[in-house]
């Protein structure tokens, strides 16, 4: 049924949550998982003398993040594929969901109420409204 998932991962532990499961189904459907996480743009950062280093500050936040679902997914038997990206989250999600040709989206949810989540939306909200594949959110 799923030849190709996708996991967007932020480090939460609603997205080691949706780690697990993911990985569960790349088993189930023996499909390679490709994981995904998307680190805040860097254009906010120009004209700072120290630009470079703050942006390989962001550039290794977001490799320890990937580096802990691939040791927390390690013995799962799966294939892991990572993709490191930079912009605004749920315009990288979809971009990689695209790219990789995703039959399936999974990332975790923070949870925001209907209230709280109209306002301000969410990344979730975002990739599940505007995917080309089935997105999968868990709490």
Not at 77 to 85: H, N, R, T
């Amino acid at each position: 049924m799923f030849r190709k998932i996708l996991l967007a991962v932020d480090g939460s532990p609603h997205s080691d949550k949706a780690a697990d499961y993911a990985a569960n189904l790349a088993a189930a459907f023996q499909t390679p998982l490709f994981v995904v996480h998307a680190y805040p743009q860097t254009s906010d950062l120009l004209g700072y003398d120290d630009f470079e280093r703050l942006v390989s500050r962001r550039k290794s936040a977001g490799q320890r993040v990937l580096d802990r679902v691939r040791q927390r997914l390690e013995d799962r038997g799966v294939s892991l594929q990572e993709d490191l990206l930079e912009g605004p989250e749920a315009e990288a999600i979809l971009a990689s969901a695209d790219a990789h040709e995703a039959d399936l989206v999974v990332m975790g949810t923070r949870g925001l109420g209907t209230i709280e989540g109209m306002l301000f939306g969410s990344i979730s909200r975002k990739v599940s409204q505007h995917a080309h594949c089935p997105v999968l959110l868990i709490r």
